[in-house]
């Protein structure tokens, strides 16, 4: 095939491609910029922990989207009045129990934030899909709660400091407090 340069009409078309794909190229980097914003500002530093850990920013993002995809097909539910006082009172003792045994009340908390995740509707197959799901709804608590459980791991094993212990409680009641709040957690439904 041979293009006529001569010709002022082929010329004409040749640039109005050429715009053409520059608009296309620059509206899909604007989107992804756009997408990469609203992933940041929504999971905080687990967005840079999941970029961390999946060694692109394009993978990560991936990886983000398909957890916010994952958490909308989740049935989530309210606690009933019955129901969060049963577990708020389940806290309490365990609470209660910290001082006298703290590797156990730790453990006692680890289970507990389990079993309230499940009355919830998060499904509790495995911590690391646990702590995904819970990263969409609680993108502010998910470090601490990563941390709590680490340190449960580490009493469990003997490993962990009366500080650390008492540290992880700390953390798992900041996120009890949240799951136990009435309402369901907002996931955002927009792809931006």
Same mark, same amino acid.
């Given at each position: 095939? @041979?293009? #006529? ?19 296309? $190229?620059?509206?899909?980097?604007? @989107? ?17 922990? %999941? $970029?961390? +850990?999946?060694? /692109?920013?394009?993978?990560? +993002? ?10 909308? /097909? ?13 577990? $708020?009172? +389940?806290?309490? $003792? %365990?609470?209660?129990?910290?001082? #006298? ?26 911590? +690391?899909?646990?702590?995904? #799901? %819970? ?7 998910? #470090? ?22 008492? /540290? ?11 799951? %136990? ?7 955002? @439904?927009?792809?931006?």
């Amino acid at each position: 095939m @041979h293009i #006529d340069f001569s010709n002022p009409m082929t010329i004409v078309a040749l640039v109005v491609v050429a715009l053409a794909i520059i608009g296309i $190229v620059i509206a899909i980097m604007q @989107h992804e910029k756009k997408k990469s914003l609203r992933l940041q500002t929504r999971f905080g530093a687990e967005y840079e922990r %999941v $970029v961390q +850990e999946q060694g /692109t920013k394009r993978k990560a +993002e991936a990886e983000l989207e398909k957890r916010e995809a994952r958490v909308k /097909t989740l049935k989530i539910q309210e606690l009933g009045a019955t129901q969060r006082e049963r577990f $708020v009172a +389940e806290w309490n $003792v %365990v609470q209660s129990r910290f001082l #006298d045994h703290p590797r156990g009340a730790l453990t006692e908390a680890d289970e507990l934030v389990t079993s309230l995740l499940q009355a919830r509707g998060y499904p509790v197959s495995g911590y +690391e899909e646990i702590a995904a #799901d %819970v990263s969409v709804a609680y993108p502010r608590m998910i #470090d601490d709660y990563r941390s709590a459980h680490a340190a449960a791991a580490r009493t469990a094993r003997g490993e962990a400091s009366t500080e650390e212990m008492r /540290t992880a409680m700390l953390h798992y009641r900041g996120l009890f407090d949240e799951l %136990v709040q009435t309402g369901v957690p907002a996931v955002s @439904h927009s792809a931006a």
